[in-house]
């Protein structure tokens, strides 16, 4: 029988609600904001330092490294009174996967254009096989961008059943940051929906500002590598199954080959760039060819699952999911000896972890209404895939999973002032972290970069595509925070020089303890959270959803 609680929150209005929100969590505020002490400081470092020593070189995925990292990770959430909630009564969720790096051929040729490698284009290692080769027509299809949400679709009148797809890199300017997210990285899902074989990425000068051609260049060194979770028959899951390659045009390249069939690429260029990026879309003349060749290998890494039961007999079998990676990019050679070659990843993601560890501490002390699953996830890197893995084979109930918190690279090297929750406005999740902010006395603040669309590129968006509220937390850019996440990312972001030295760790402690009050505001809200009414992403991937 529900309470009295339950039944005048259940009627109330939203307003109401949110009133009601304030005085349920204001009787019982966060236990971490009596709780400041220095040995909690010192326990925060000392997982740390262990977590980006060399001794685990770097943490990649698959790696003895990764491996020394989860059973840290095993061990403390033993330590903590966690539940095993991963395989066989065991802390770890084993993830099959397959790595594919670049091999000795990466190719693409248009017909009558004379195309450099690595000045017009790029060629991404494969992994549909090791040895690729395509040959087909190649279409322009503009932005590549389809919703009928926007009554808008680019592939209309357009055929791409075995051919290859050209197209601009990105979606529509007019678009919420976090939906314009989604459709740039679901652009090759799109292709391949619509038979396409092959893609072409095609970079604009707003692409260049955000991640230069030169750095991707650097990025597809030797050392890089992807990697993909294997279903049960051992087939490597893609959600673009027809695209069997994918390369890039440099600005310069797109313009030799616009070009070159007669196009004002300086029109594209000025269509692409405005707010609705509507370009036209053609039959590009002739056929591209794109070889291949891939360097592949079967690995498993683990996934580390920890849960708290919650006290509540009526709502411990929904779970809140806390999630952060554990990996991170491992050993870089360089020429110089003298060169640092691990990535020790200190802030990516050292930090999240040991906060995630924190905030399990903290919890265990005094548990919330609802069950809370910690997850230390493999292979984001390499492409989300540990989240991705879990989301889609939970060791829980799938329709248990209620919402997910995500710790991914806080930047704590100042006070921070605020933070930012990527995803907070889309879902009822907005009233208790606004609520942990403000007894915190920190702002909640809007995506600051919405033009890097953080929103799809880490672990809780595996989550949201299977339905669940999720939200990414990272401090904010006031006092001083713009400044210093613009040198972390300029000087840090994967590099050797990502350090423990870098770290604030009083800041890291305040940031573990507001992570504490979100999750347990989330475990004990009353009811379950839900996507807002009509929001973009509770419709597109099927969520819970309010009637208001």
């Known amino acids: 029988m529900k309470s009295v609680w339950f039944s005048l929150y259940r009627s109330s209005s939203r307003t109401l609600r949110g009133i009601l929100l304030i005085l349920f969590f204001a009787v019982a505020p966060p236990l971490a904001a009596q709780d400041q002490t220095s040995d909690e400081t010192e326990r925060l470092e000392a997982d740390l330092r262990f977590l980006s020593d060399d001794l685990l070189e770097g943490r990649e995925a698959g790696t003895r490294g990764h491996d020394l990292a989860a059973l840290y990770v095993a061990q403390r959430f033993r330590a903590l009174g966690l539940r095993p909630g991963g395989d066989d009564a065991t802390y770890y969720q084993a993830v099959p996967m397959l790595e594919y790096a670049p091999g000795e051929v990466a190719s693409l040729s248009i017909d009558g254009i004379d195309l450099v490698a690595g000045e017009d284009y790029l060629v991404f290692p494969s992994g549909k096989g090791e040895s690729i080769d395509i040959r087909a027509p190649l279409i322009f299809g503009g932005m590549c961008f389809a919703s009928e949400r926007e009554s808008r679709d680019d592939f209309a009148g357009l055929d791409l059943e075995n051919k290859i797809a050209a197209c601009i890199w990105g979606a529509p300017k007019y678009l919420n940051s976090e939906e314009r997210a989604h459709y740039r990285s679901t652009q090759g899902e799109r292709v391949s929906d619509h038979g396409g074989i092959g893609e072409i990425f095609v970079y604009t000068p707003s692409f260049e500002e955000v991640f230069p051609f030169e750095k991707l260049k650097r990025m597809l060194g030797s050392s890089f590598s992807r990697m993909t979770w294997l279903e049960k028959d051992g087939t490597p899951f893609s959600s673009a199954p027809n695209l069997k390659a994918v390369a890039v045009l440099s600005l310069a390249g797109a313009q030799k080959v616009f070009e070159s069939r007669g196009q004002s690429w300086d029109e594209i260029l000025e269509d692409a760039e405005s707010d609705r990026g509507e370009v036209d879309r053609f039959d590009l003349e002739g056929k591209a060819r794109i070889m291949v060749e891939s360097r592949h290998r079967n690995l498993t890494s683990n996934n580390v699952v920890g849960i708290l039961p919650g006290t509540d007999e009526a709502l411990a079998g929904e779970h809140v999911i806390l999630t952060a990676h554990l990996d991170h990019v491992g050993i870089k050679p360089t020429e110089d000896p003298d060169d640092d070659e691990i990535y020790n990843g200190a802030m990516d993601n ?130 001083g925070g713009e400044e210093a996440q613009s040198e972390f990312r300029k000087t840090h972001y994967h590099e050797a020089s990502d350090e423990v030295s870098l770290v604030d760790f009083v800041a890291l402690k305040k940031f573990a303890d507001v992570e504490t009050a979100i999750t347990r505001n989330i475990a004990n809200m009353p009811e379950r959270p839900v996507w807002n009414a009509g929001d973009f992403f509770g419709e597109t991937f099927g969520g819970p959803m309010a009637n208001d």
């Open 350 to 479: 050292a930090s999240g972890i040991s906060a995630l560890l924190e905030v399990a501490r903290q919890l265990v002390k005094a548990p919330p209404k609802r069950s809370v699953v910690f997850i230390a996830v493999t292979a984001e890197e390499k492409g989300l895939n540990g989240s991705d893995y879990f989301a889609r084979n939970p060791t829980v109930p799938g329709d248990s999973m209620v919402a997910v918190v995500n710790l991914d690279m806080p930047i704590v090297t100042y006070p921070f002032a605020d933070f930012t929750a990527f995803g907070v406005e889309r879902s009822t999740l907005y009233e208790p972290i606004k609520l942990a902010a403000d007894a915190y006395g920190l702002t909640l603040s809007p995506d600051p970069m919405p033009d890097e669309g953080r929103f799809t590129r880490s672990d809780h968006y595996s989550f949201v595509k299977q339905g669940v509220p999720a939200v990414s937390l990272v401090p904010g850019f006031e006092n």
